[in-house]
Every structure is written in C-alpha cells, then in structure tokens.
C-alpha cells in the first residue's frame, strides 16, 4: 500500500503554532527534564492534528530536536512551520529512530551514532535533559561526570 495524501482517508494536512508554549500537552514533561528552562519560552506549541506538542529550539546544551510525525505530509508542514525561526537549524524530514513513530521533523545537530549501555544518557544529554532528569532515568546518582572521563580510583586506605 503506498502513501496517497489526496485518499479520503488521509486527515486533512496541517500545522499551526498556537499562542503559548505552556498550552502544549507535553510542556511538564520537557519543564522536569531540560537544563537549559529558557528555552521553553522559545518553543513552539505545534498542533497538527487534535493535540498540540512542544517543539523545543536547540540552544545551551540543548544540541537537537524533533517532532513526531505520522507521515511526510505532516512532516513538511511542520518543517516549513519552523523554517526561519531561531533555534530550528538544519530542518529536515527523516524516518524516526523510535520504534512508536514513523516519521519525525529533527533540527540542529544529527543525532550521535549511540552504540553501547551509555546510549541513553548520551542521547538526553543531546537533548539538553538535566544530569537530575538523566539520572532519574537511569538510576545511576546525580553527581557522575557528564564527560567520558575515568572515574577516580578508590583506595581502601583513603582518608
């Protein structure tokens, strides 16, 4: 079956940016968990369908972003909704790396390579998410180094 946007069954293609980025349905979710706060007064509320979602700009340590689409359709107008607003570099429609979306709308960086058990803190510190909201994930303590660095040696005869 091949994708076809003039189908009756296809919804009606759209994007609008409405008025405050607070009425997004994923706003607590990204206010818990990004460092960098300020930018979630530069995000848009984006609403392509029924429900609105936050497009966050990159900026801090905040290096990339995305938004969900559920198919190109949708994808090209919400690239083009973003296109020219600070924060939303490099605007491009890819296939989702998430096994629950087919399509996303990313900005600013490409995403690492991820190999290995440190993926996931590496892919939210790409995400700008705070070392608290990494370490809420995955149960390892707020206060290890953000950096590949070596821990230090223990001593059992440490003072």
């Not at 995305?66 to 190109?72: A, F, L, N, T």
């Not at 490099?90 to 709308?105: A, E, G, I, K, M």
């Not at 990313?106 to 058990?117: A, I, S």
């Amino acid at each position: 079956m091949t994708h076809d946007p003039s189908s009756v069954r296809h919804p009606a293609v759209t994007a609008t940016a409405i008025a405050l980025p607070h009425d997004a349905y994923d706003f607590e979710y990204y206010e818990r968990r990004i460092s960098d706060t300020w930018l979630l007064e530069k995000s848009l509320a984006v609403r392509t369908m029924r429900m609105p979602f936050l497009a966050v700009p990159v900026g801090g340590t905040r290096r990339g972003g995305d938004y969900p689409v559920s198919c190109p359709c949708f994808g090209l107008k919400v690239r083009d909704l973003l296109l020219g607003r600070p924060g939303f570099p490099d605007l491009r429609v890819q296939w989702s790396p998430y096994p629950d979306t087919c399509f996303v709308v990313e900005w600013g960086e490409r995403l690492p390579k991820l190999w290995g058990d440190r993926d996931a803190t590496t892919l939210r510190r790409f995400y700008g998410y705070s070392e608290a909201a990494i370490a809420a994930f995955t149960g390892r303590p707020c206060h290890e180094t953000p950096s590949s660095a070596a821990p230090e040696p223990c001593s059992p005869t440490a003072p």
